[in-house]
């Protein structure tokens, strides 16, 4: 799948005038297509010296990807991370810069042309779907305004699928017990068999 690179400068004004001398311009080696979830793939760039971590982080933000397991924004020491996607994802750009005590790189992102759930999400707003409480204890509820099939998927930080259900056009709201999840945060989707109808976070108390 094609991709396009992008350089930016980052503002000065997010930085002091200490900081505003630039280490450079990140060069990305090698990166992983669009992908499903459950596939994953390391992206590369090239090691600039006198950097001492690179930050990695998305636009818009809240874009179900992982990097080394972890949702951005996700600083590392290394040169290399893992991009894993954890569910269906529209279009977005990963983006990362360089940084050490005094000066910055320029940034540089990725843009990946996943389509992906994204024409759902308009034609069914995501006011008609709502999901709590949030945080839980030991079971959710779903109400569903669309009057349409489909199903709610919970995964875990790593990409796991630890629970579904399913959502039926004549009941407007499902109650799913899932009371046996450990404590943390877990991200869902609202899918219908058009894509995605909606998504996000959720904690267990």
């Not at 450079?24 to 006198?50: E, F, K, Q, W, Y």
């Not at 894993?84 to 910055?104: A, H």
């Not at 709610?152 to 259900?165: E, F, H, N, P, S």
Request: with cysteine; aromatic share 8%; hydrophobic share 40%.
């Amino acid at each position: 799948m094609k991709k396009l690179l992008l350089t930016l400068s980052l503002p000065l004004f997010l930085f002091n005038q200490t900081k505003a001398q630039s280490l450079g311009h990140v060069t990305i080696v090698s990166a992983p297509p669009c992908a499903t979830p459950g596939l994953s793939g390391t992206i590369v760039i090239t090691p600039i010296p006198g950097v001492d971590f690179y930050h990695w982080f998305t636009v818009p933000a809240q874009v179900f990807v992982l990097l080394n397991g972890t949702l951005p924004p996700y600083e590392t020491a290394s040169n290399s991370v893992i991009l894993s996607y954890v569910g269906s994802t529209p279009s977005y750009s990963l983006c990362v810069y360089g940084y050490n005590s005094c000066c910055f790189t320029d940034t540089t992102c990725i843009n990946y042309p996943c389509t992906t759930g994204i024409e759902s999400a308009i034609s069914n707003p995501q006011s008609a779907i709502t999901i709590s409480p949030n945080p839980f204890t030991d079971k959710i509820t779903i109400t569903n305004k669309n009057n349409e099939a489909g199903e709610i998927i919970l995964y875990d930080i790593a990409g796991r699928i630890v629970a579904q259900a399913s959502l039926s056009a004549k009941a407007e709201t499902v109650e799913v017990p899932i009371g046996d999840l450990g404590a943390g945060m877990y991200l869902y989707e609202v899918r219908n068999k058009s894509g995605v109808m909606k998504k996000g976070k959720i904690i267990k108390s």
